[in-house]
């Protein structure tokens, strides 16, 4: 069911698409959350409702656990018309609201690793420290500026592998991030400290490199492989005395920890969330809102102290559920 196929037909049809009209205009694509909704649509033409309004009884009805259905899938339709109702009520429309304690979303049943900054810290000496190996005598200072640039940019282990010489511009301070996930490319801002260090590390590195070359070059040829660097890296931890069960801390929990400092520094800053969270989307090459409001859910649950500040001003922004997958 494509975007543009998704017709409403029930006494709902306008509110419905008001809703879904709603949502894209604030950057979602919503293509299945607006299929979630035609089967609510369905359901309310089948139940003959006539007034414009939704009832406690056709909400319970139609999240009613249906034969072999799973937990995730009933937590899908709940959150949609938990959504949908919830836009009802602030038009003036009458409109049960399913309680959010009663949704159980199971998406993201891994929690990601927030590193403290204490921890960022413990871990950067490690890599500064780390002994010089004589059968790859550069990999030390790869690690070194590998984990600092995970960390102050956001970026995912596989695009930081593949960068070429030609795609850190030494001189404006920005990574150029090629077939990204969904085959997209985006420019990534450096910060000074971080550039300078780039800087560093490519007269070291790369004195007589052409730009095809590897920016991070492994010493058998090509690049460093992920499983490689996550080995290394949960040696760094066990240094750092950072503890690292069968799950994690991952690599990617590097790109997590940069999301939350970033929103936790703009909430203690004052900033407007509603403005930035595009921009902090954009820089991390998410298609939507979604993956990156994910971030602000963890914000608000990893420091009490300012989870009134985003429930007060920015709650709406935190979905109910989720339809792509979070990277």
């Known amino acids: 069911m494509t975007q543009d196929k998704v017709i409403f037909t029930s006494n709902?049809?306008?509110?419905?698409?008001?809703?879904?009209?709603?949502q894209r205009a604030i950057g979602y694509k919503y293509i299945k959350g607006a299929s979630l909704l035609k089967y609510l649509d369905i359901f309310l033409v089948e139940s003959h409702l006539t007034e414009k309004r939704l009832t406690k009884e056709i909400v319970l009805q139609w999240t009613r656990k249906?034969?072999?259905?799973t937990d995730s899938t009933?937590?899908?339709r709940i959150s949609i018309v938990r959504g949908f109702a919830k836009y009802m009520v602030r038009l003036g429309y009458e409109a049960y609201i399913y309680p959010a304690a009663a949704v159980t979303i199971t998406r993201y049943s891994y929690m990601p690793h927030i590193?403290?900054?204490?921890?960022?810290?413990?871990?950067?000496?490690?890599?500064d420290n780390?002994?010089?190996?004589k059968a790859s005598p550069n990999r030390n200072i790869v690690l070194q500026l590998l984990i600092r640039m995970l960390y102050g940019c956001g970026l995912r282990i596989s695009e930081a592998l593949k960068l070429k010489l030609d795609d850190v511009d030494l001189e404006n301070g920005t990574l150029l991030v090629r077939k990204a996930k969904l085959g997209k490319e985006r420019l990534v801002p450096m910060a000074e400290t971080l550039t300078?260090?780039?800087?560093?590390?490519?007269?070291?590195v790369h004195s007589f490199g052409s730009s095809e070359d590897y920016f991070f070059?492994?010493?058998y040829g090509g690049h460093y492989k992920e499983g490689t660097v996550y080995k290394l890296f949960r040696d760094l931890l066990w240094k750092a005395g950072i503890s690292h069960s069968g799950k994690g801390p991952r690599l990617h929990d590097l790109r997590h920890t940069f999301s939350v400092h970033c929103l936790k520094k703009w909430v203690l800053n004052g900033e407007d969330l509603t403005n930035l969270l595009p921009y902090l989307s954009t820089y991390l090459g998410h298609v939507d809102l979604r993956g990156t409001q994910h971030y602000l859910r963890l914000t608000a649950?990893?420091?009490?102290?300012?989870?009134?500040?985003?429930?007060?001003?920015?709650?709406?922004?935190?979905?109910?559920?989720f339809f792509h997958e979070a990277d």
């Open 12 to 22: 709902l049809s306008e509110l419905l698409n008001g809703y879904v009209k709603e």
């Open 66 to 69: 249906k034969p072999n259905e």
């Open 74 to 76: 009933r937590s899908g």
């Open 115 to 127: 590193f403290t900054e204490d921890e960022m810290r413990d871990l950067f000496i490690v890599c």
């Open 130 to 133: 780390a002994p010089v190996s």
């Open 196 to 204: 300078e260090q780039c800087r560093q590390y490519s007269h070291k």
């Open 217 to 219: 070059p492994s010493p």
């Open 301 to 321: 649950e990893l420091y009490p102290t300012i989870t009134a500040s985003i429930e007060e001003h920015y709650s709406t922004l935190i979905p109910e559920v």
